[in-house]
């Protein structure tokens, strides 16, 4: 079973331009995108295509579905090591052996920084041993790669629910919604916090 920060939690949690090389001195312009760009630009055209669906998905059916195409991207390493020490991590979960897995995540976003899912992973990981203070490190970084991550904010209203910061955690959760309308138990967490910490609508 995939590892999400808030979603499995809740169940049991830049554009780049590339100008042409020689384009103003007369001289045969370098082949542009490189390869090794295209996969991040179709990436980002990708998420933010999907994003502006998941916000006027019709249905929950459809924004499940939506959402799955968003991981797909989210999990995807494109390296060869870290999709092996995932898998590791998988392994290590499943075994109850979450000491191992913080280690193996340790290693993958040595060799990876750039890899959103092992910091989501790790976050979540370190929330099940209650570590909120390297959780939440983690969710920062998740966030700083990817603002847009609805599992690590929804997991971070869950933490500032736990250390009874309600209206912080009010205010995270609504921003994941803002991302995503439909997210799964997130609007019943709303209500009920706003009702506690606005007061019941009249």
Do not use: C
Not at 52 to 63: M, Q, S
Request: hydrophobic residues 45%; charged residues 30%.
């Amino acid at each position: 079973m995939r590892t999400r920060f808030l979603p499995s939690l809740l169940a049991a949690a830049v554009a780049i331009s590339v100008a042409p090389a020689g384009a103003q001195s007369g001289k045969r312009s370098e082949p542009a995108p490189r390869p090794t760009q295209a996969p991040r630009l179709d990436r980002t055209h990708n998420l933010d295509f999907l994003f502006g669906a998941l916000k006027v998905a019709p249905d929950d059916v459809t924004a499940k579905a939506i959402e799955e195409r968003i991981w797909m991207l989210w999990t995807a390493s494109h390296s060869d090591t870290a999709n092996l020490l995932m898998t590791r991590v998988k392994t290590a979960i499943e075994a109850k052996d979450l000491e191992l897995a913080i280690k193996l995540l340790d290693a993958i976003v040595k060799v990876k920084p750039d890899y959103v899912e092992a910091w989501n992973r790790r976050a979540t990981i370190y929330y099940m041993k209650k570590d909120y203070g390297h959780s939440l490190a983690d969710i920062r970084q998740v966030l700083k790669r990817e603002p847009r991550h609805f599992g690590a904010l929804a997991g971070f209203g869950l933490i500032l629910q736990d250390i009874g910061d309600d209206k912080q955690a009010l205010e995270v959760y609504r921003r994941a919604l803002s991302l995503y309308p439909r997210m799964e138990r997130i609007p019943d967490l709303v209500k009920t916090l706003q009702e506690k910490v606005e007061g019941r609508a009249i």
